[in-house]
């Protein structure tokens, strides 16, 4: 009985090592991603979806985490936006701090309010806006995460009428709904029989099971012969 308690606990504690691995590395990707969307106008469209590794931390993890997990993409997103051509962020101590201290405030209140009301994307929408305004000292063109949209007609023109701080809400608060959407899927996705002896959040593999989501709806809306 021991033995079995023992093992248990190592089966999750390696499966909480996992996501955590997962989740560090896929926090450093989107960082990079948010680079190459700075830098090249054909990587514009990563704007769009490299802030989700950020808001599923806020949605799953505890607000201390989310604050470590936000200084992580911050820090990450000034060493490599620090080495790229056409970003125009210099690699200064500034810029260290504000892009690490910033982010990770804004994870940890935004995984604050998402504990108290529940995963909201116009909020952390909103919240975004407030980090653009904090980051100003580091004279990003348009920004940070708006930044990633410089140079599209449609965009620029609504950056040009309205402020470039509603292009940054809208591209946030896209991501955001983005994740809430996969997260909906994901939850209504029926549960494979081989991963029920396995038990518990662990056995929660999200896009496998989205993806079985999807291949069902599929095959319910394909068309069907007429019956004899």
């Not at 936006?81 to 201290?101: D, F, I, Q």
């Not at 995984?111 to 909020?123: C, D, E, H, I, Q």
Request: aromatic share 10%.
């Amino acid at each position: 009985m021991i033995g079995k308690v023992d093992r248990s606990e190592v089966v999750a504690g390696g499966g909480q090592a996992a996501k955590a691995a997962v989740l560090t590395g896929a926090l450093v990707g989107s960082a990079y991603l948010m680079t190459v969307a700075l830098q090249s106008d054909s990587g514009r469209w990563l704007g769009w979806v490299t802030l989700l590794p950020v808001f599923l931390a806020i949605q799953v993890l505890s607000p201390a985490r989310a604050l470590l997990a936000g200084a992580l993409w911050g820090f990450s997103v000034c060493f490599f936006s620090a080495r790229a051509e056409g970003v125009g962020l210099a690699t200064s101590l500034r810029s260290y701090a504000l892009l690490t201290a910033i982010p990770a405030l804004y994870a940890f209140a935004g995984a604050r309010v998402t504990r108290k009301v529940g995963f909201s994307p116009l909020l952390l929408g909103l919240g975004w806006v407030g980090v653009e305004i904090a980051l100003k000292p580091l004279a990003l063109h348009n920004g940070l995460l708006a930044g990633t949209q410089d140079g599209g007609l449609f965009i620029q023109t609504i950056g040009n009428v309205a402020g470039w701080a509603l292009v940054a809400f809208l591209v946030a608060y896209v991501n955001a709904s983005l994740l809430s959407m996969l997260t909906v899927v994901c939850a209504s996705a029926p549960r494979s029989p081989y991963l029920r002896g396995i038990g518990g959040a662990a056995a929660r593999l999200f896009f496998l099971e989205g993806r079985v989501y999807v291949a069902h709806v599929v095959s319910e809306a394909r068309p069907r012969a007429p019956p004899f």
